[in-house]
């Protein structure tokens, strides 16, 4: 069996798996909660049938979906670790920002402006997500926001929020500066 092969029987059983755990969570579950798994499974589909992104990019992508599936379904690392939610934050931009670098670089030609677009773009949907955090918070009375360990809140809303986008910032700073690095080295 070739390596193509087995890249797309891994995807297809992680599809399965999102599958089993959208089921689970309208079954046994909190049903509101299936539809942030959903959006996570449309989007991994999305990303491999109809944009061409490096498999090792795709792979990060889905990483970091499985790292919030496990840490908030399977293993609750969000409720009994207090800064698992600020590491996804702080890892999501190296490779968020990277599938954003991939998505446009035929449209935007000049390297210092596309690594800037990514950045920014990234940091747009980081903006984005904390407030889909506080309404879905609100209207589906989904603990998003905030950091609750063992059914104690340690961290409010306002605090989680504030720290979750520091976190964001300061890695997308960090992958726009290696990604300057990256393409300077390759122009020599």
């Not at 990019?57 to 293993?75: D, M, S």
């Amino acid at each position: 069996m070739n390596k193509d092969k087995i890249w797309n029987y891994a995807i297809y059983i992680i599809w399965v798996f999102f599958a089993f755990s959208i089921f689970y969570e309208l079954i046994w579950g909190i049903p509101s909660r299936s539809l942030l798994w959903i959006g996570e499974l449309v989007l991994s589909v999305i990303l491999y049938y109809k944009l061409k992104i490096p498999k090792g990019v795709y792979a990060g992508v889905l990483i970091i979906f499985l790292a919030n599936l496990f840490g908030e379904l399977y293993f609750t690392f969000f409720y009994t670790y207090e800064y698992y939610d600020k590491l996804i934050h702080f890892l999501s931009p190296f490779l968020i920002c990277t599938l954003f670098y991939f998505l446009f670089r035929n449209k935007i030609q000049n390297k210092k402006m596309l690594i800037f677009f990514s950045a920014t773009l990234f940091l747009s949907w980081s903006l984005f997500w904390e407030i889909f955090e506080y309404f879905f918070t609100q209207l589906f009375h989904v603990y998003l926001v905030g950091v609750k360990l063992l059914g104690f809140q340690v961290m409010p809303a306002y605090e989680d929020t504030i720290y979750d986008m520091l976190a964001s910032l300061v890695s997308s700073v960090i992958w726009a500066f290696e990604a300057l690095f990256i393409t300077k080295k390759k122009k020599k």
